[in-house]
Nanobody, 125 residues
């Protein structure tokens, strides 16, 4: 059974930075696509970024392009989300997700099999 544990959330002022981490256990990490999603109060869970089993394939939602960077360290079974130039509208619970390597869109939440518990990110204006 795959387990995902996020860390790194917190309170930051607009324009600041945070780095989220997600530690993967239970299966072979390099066999999984990894994604980050977020969910604000009263809204649906939305795609933020994803990375294939090789770090050469990364994908971003338009609102975070140029500000966020997803990366993975297969030796440490960890995926990261570096968030720069944060805005108040980035405030949400951020979730890490995993699915076995799959060809196809990586932005759809229902295609992921495993989820972390979430970590709160709050950006003050």
């Amino acid at each position: 059974q795959v387990q995902l544990v996020e860390s790194g959330g917190g309170l930051v002022q607009a324009g600041g930075s945070l780095k989220l981490s997600c530690t993967f256990s239970g299966r072979t990490f390099s066999s999984y696509d990894m994604g980050w999603f977020h969910q604000a109060p009263g809204k649906e869970r939305e795609f933020v970024a994803a990375i294939g089993w090789t770090s050469s394939n990364t994908y971003y939602a338009d609102p975070v392009k140029g500000r966020f960077t997803i990366s993975r360290d297969n030796a440490k079974n960890t995926v990261y989300l570096q968030m720069n130039s944060l805005k108040p509208e980035d405030t949400a619970v951020y979730y890490c997700a995993a699915r076995p390597r799959t060809i196809g869109r990586k932005s759809i939440p229902s295609t992921y099999d495993y989820w972390g518990q979430g970590t709160q990110v709050t950006v003050s204006s």
